[in-house]
Structures are given as structure tokens and as C-alpha cells.
């Protein structure tokens, strides 16, 4: 039978109308060599920085470092079933982690995986981790303050909403201490709050989450832990992953705060991916890149102005000194990306001055901008008596005649000293700190022995608070503390002292 040309052509086209095919063109790598979480893949010409792929189509990686021939990609979880020869996937796509007010309360990975065996988060949004930071057009100025309860810092170094203010000192210093208080304080203060635990113990990451929940602060806090025992490349995107949440509420125009606890692990994390990489290593065998690392993370904690929504992020950045060097590579880094540095020091801690705040090199440079004019008007003198009383203590060493003008001025420091003393969790609310300045500030204390000083001011307190509720709710509600207020407060101070000496 012969078969004509019209008959292969109809069936030809025919076939062709019909054909239906559900393969996907997909652009697929090899993997030539693994090792200590990273991988270096062949043949995925493509793929951009920053972007996942899939092993296996099950587990994740990300791009870190694009060759000529050959891309670095960091693995996302600690699996030893990918092997050399794998195939490797492009998603097209960058890491995401859920945001929102479900992940309030709650304790997750670096990916916003849980960890608090609370179940799953129900989360309705999702938010890329690396974004670019609110151009300046956007912002305003920090003028609103944010309380951490903490006299000396609300005193001498305020800290503002929307303000990136840098906790450096040596180990065991209190910096976590100092930032676990500021989260505490912010209870009815609508601040919402992100702790990030970046190479820290397990340990020591439930003991801050079971202090959180002591005190009530986990139901606006979430915690972000990417422990020493978690694996470097999520240790690496732990800070980025909770700037996204905070982001979250920023764009909703409400105030986050958040804690980098701390970056000094994070850059060592950094430095042990990019020696993995084969990158070239500079100062300290950091990558040249270090100081962008912290950067990008850091300016997106800003105010942004009404036409944006008014939110907030405030940033407090830990990191660990060695031997109070505050000029070693990843310290002078940070520091000339904040607003300012609250420094604590070996030597004030172990002599039981408790935050051991160094008052001459701590500094905000925000100023009494971010300060409520009742505080600004009792802490105005404050660092610049502490000043002079260091200066004279240091000349009395040698054992010169005293005067006695520079006793007069030796015994108001030791009483401000006293005064600024804060025990752990111990959280003023603004009342009492003005309270306290304003005594100690007015010399009524001078002439008390230094033991005598913290039960006293206890007492007043309570009695002013007895006798006069209304002095109390004055200064909350207005911030200032009026001349009409300021008689009250001496005729209360001189009734409740002469009573104290009966």
C-alpha cells in the first residue's frame, strides 16, 4: 500500500498539535568536592549570590561565592547523605523565614524552624533574610526615647528608638545581663522585642529564655538561637534572619528592639566560611568583606519618618573584647557603624560596681536627644562630676593633703557611684530613677555612710509613693519634672529624713 505525502504530512502535524510534554528545563550543577558544610559545585552557570539550590531534591543550600567554573555553596543542615556527584537544583529563589506576631513568645533556628516544642508557626507571611536597608530620605532623626531601666545608661548614655547603640567589654562583664534588663523594661512599653543568640551554649540560651519567661517578657520577645553546637552557615544568617522579623513589625509601624548576642562569634563564623571557600583572608585572617558583613546587617535598624509608618528598630550589637583591646579588627569595626558604645570594664565589675560602666569611654551619640526632660534635667551635671571624682581619686593615691573642697567633691562621687549601682534584673521604672538622681544630685545624701545609701533611697521612695501618688503619676504622664513638683519633692525628702534619723 502506497502511502502518500498528504497522509505522513496530516498525521505528522497532528502529532504535533497533540504533543504535550511536562519536562522543565532546569539548569543543574554537579557537586565536585564536600567538606565542613560547604560544597563546590560545577555547571551552575546561572545561579545568583545569595540564591538557595536543592541537593536531592530535599536539602538546602546557599551560594556563597560565584567563580568562573565553579560556585561555594554552604549547606543549610548538618546531613552526611550528599556526596560528590550529586546533582544540585537553582530554586530562583533567596531564603525566606516566617514573620509576624506568631513567631512571638516562641524559641526558633536561625530558618524560623522551632525549637520550644510548641508546635508548628502559623505564620500567614514570609520574609527574604538580606534586604536592602531604608534610604536616608525615608528616616528621621532619633529623638524618642527608649528606657532600659538601667540609671546610668538612661542617665549618661540614653538610647533612642530606632538607634544602633554597641555592647563591648570582656567576658564576663555583664553584656548579656545589660541587654536581657533592657528587654525586661520594655513590659507595656509596646516595644516588641528579638534576642539572637549567635554561638552561645545551650546552656546558656535556656537560662536567658527561663529568666524571659520569669519576668513575663516572652510573650513580646522572640528568640532567635543558633547555638555553638549548630553548624557555621547558620550561624552566619541567625542575625539576618531576625532583622527580617523585626522588619516585619517596622513596616507595620510599631518599635522592635533587637540584640546581636554577639557578633564577634558571628564574624568568626564568617571567617570560617569564607577560609572554607578559598577566599583571600586580610587582617586577622578575615575576609575583606567583614566590615559590609555587619554593615548591611546594622543600617537597617533605623526610625523611619510618618510618611513611612514612624516605626522603629533599635540595635544592641554585643561583642566580646579580649583584655579590654577595643582596637582589634571586628571592635573599631562595629564601633564606626553605631551610634555609640556602652563600654564595661574588668575592673569595675570585680570592684562590685554593677553595670561596670566605664562612664569616660562610653558614649551616645544620640545625646539628651533621646531623653525625656525630667531625666535630662536631674543627669545633666552626672558625668562630669563622675569625671572629676576620677581625676581626684587617681591624685589622692599618692598621698597628698587633702582639702577640704576635694573631699567634699570625692564623697558626691562615691555617693553617685553608690546611686548608680544596679543589681541583675533589677529594673527602675522612670519615676524612680528621677527620683533617686534628683536626691543624690541635690547633695542630701553626701553626709550618709555609703552602706546607708540603698536602704534609704528604698524607703523614700515607698514613702513618697504612700504620701503622694499624684508627684508619682505627674512625672510618667508629663516627663518633666516642674518647679511645683521640685518643691514637693524637697519638702517630702526633709520630712521622710527627718524621720529616718529618729
Do not use: W
Amino acid at each position: 500500500m502506497k502511502i502518500s505525502l498528504d497522509q505522513i504530512s496530516s498525521v505528522i502535524k497532528k502529532q504535533i498539535k497533540e504533543f504535550n510534554s511536562d519536562k522543565k528545563a532546569h539548569n543543574v550543577g554537579v557537586v565536585i568536592s564536600l567538606g565542613d558544610g560547604v560544597a563546590s559545585v560545577y555547571g551552575l552557570e546561572d545561579v545568583m549570590l545569595n540564591e538557595l539550590v536543592i541537593f536531592k531534591d530535599k536539602y538546602y543550600g546557599l551560594v556563597l561565592s560565584l567563580e568562573e567554573d565553579v560556585v561555594g555553596v554552604i549547606l543549610l543542615s548538618n546531613t552526611n547523605e550528599i556526596k560528590e556527584g550529586d546533582e544540585v537544583k537553582r530554586t530562583k529563589r533567596v531564603i525566606e523565614v516566617p514573620v509576624g506576631k506568631a513567631l512571638l513568645g516562641r524559641v526558633v533556628n536561625a530558618l524560623g524552624e522551632p525549637l520550644d516544642n510548641k508546635g508548628k508557626i502559623m505564620a500567614d507571611k514570609f520574609a527574604p533574610i538580606e534586604k536592602i536597608a531604608p534610604r536616608v530620605i525615608m528616616r528621621e532623626s532619633v529623638k524618642s526615647p527608649l528606657l532600659t531601666g538601667i540609671k546610668a545608661i538612661d542617665a549618661m548614655i540614653p538610647i533612642g528608638r530606632g538607634q544602633r547603640e554597641l555592647i563591648i567589654g570582656d567576658r564576663q562583664t555583664g553584656k548579656t545581663t545589660l541587654a536581657i534588663d533592657t528587654i525586661v523594661a520594655q513590659k507595656d512599653q509596646n516595644v516588641k522585642c528579638i534576642y539572637v543568640a549567635i554561638g552561645q551554649k545551650n546552656s546558656s540560651i535556656a537560662s536567658i529564655i527561663d529568666i524571659l519567661n520569669k519576668n513575663d517578657a516572652l510573650s513580646y520577645t522572640i528568640v532567635v538561637a543558633s547555638s555553638a553546637s549548630d553548624i557555621a552557615p547558620l550561624q552566619y544568617i541567625a542575625p539576618y534572619s531576625a532583622m527580617a522579623m523585626a522588619e516585619e513589625f517596622l513596616n507595620q509601624g510599631e518599635d522592635a528592639l533587637i540584640v546581636f548576642d554577639d557578633l564577634s562569634k558571628h564574624a568568626v563564623s564568617y571567617r570560617t566560611l569564607s577560609l572554607l571557600l578559598k577566599r583571600p583572608s586580610g587582617r586577622e585572617a578575615y575576609p575583606g568583606d567583614v566590615f559590609y558583613l555587619h554593615s548591611r546587617l546594622l543600617e537597617r535598624a533605623c526610625k523611619l519618618n510618618k510618611e513611612n509608618g514612624g516605626g522603629s528598630i533599635t540595635a544592641l550589637p554585643i561583642i566580646e573584647t579580649l583584655s579590654g583591646d577595643i582596637s582589634a579588627y571586628i571592635p573599631t569595626n562595629v564601633i564606626s557603624i553605631t551610634d555609640g558604645q556602652i563600654y564595661l570594664i574588668t575592673d569595675l565589675f570585680n570592684a562590685g560596681i554593677r553595670p561596670a560602666i566605664d562612664s569616660g569611654f562610653s558614649v551616645s551619640r544620640v545625646g539628651s536627644a533621646a531623653q525625656y526632660k525630667a531625666m535630662k534635667d536631674v543627669s545633666a551635671s552626672l558625668r562630669t562630676e563622675l569625671a572629676s571624682y576620677n581625676e581626684l581619686v587617681s591624685f589622692t593615691q599618692f598621698g597628698s593633703d587633702i582639702d577640704k573642697r576635694t573631699k567634699e567633691i570625692i564623697k558626691h562621687g562615691e555617693v553617685l557611684l553608690e546611686v548608680l549601682k544596679q543589681d541583675e534584673g533589677d529594673i527602675y521604672s522612670l519615676d524612680r530613677e528621677v527620683i533617686e538622681l534628683y536626691v543624690a544630685r541635690n547633695k542630701y545624701l553626701d553626709k550618709m555612710a555609703t552602706k546607708e545609701i540603698k536602704p534609704f533611697l528604698n524607703n523614700l521612695y515607698q514613702y513618697i509613693k504612700s504620701l503622694d501618688d499624684k508627684l508619682i503619676n505627674d512625672i510618667l504622664s508629663t516627663k518633666i519634672l516642674t518647679e511645683e513638683n521640685k518643691k514637693k519633692l524637697n519638702c517630702l525628702i526633709d520630712e521622710f529624713i527627718a524621720s529616718y534619723r529618729k
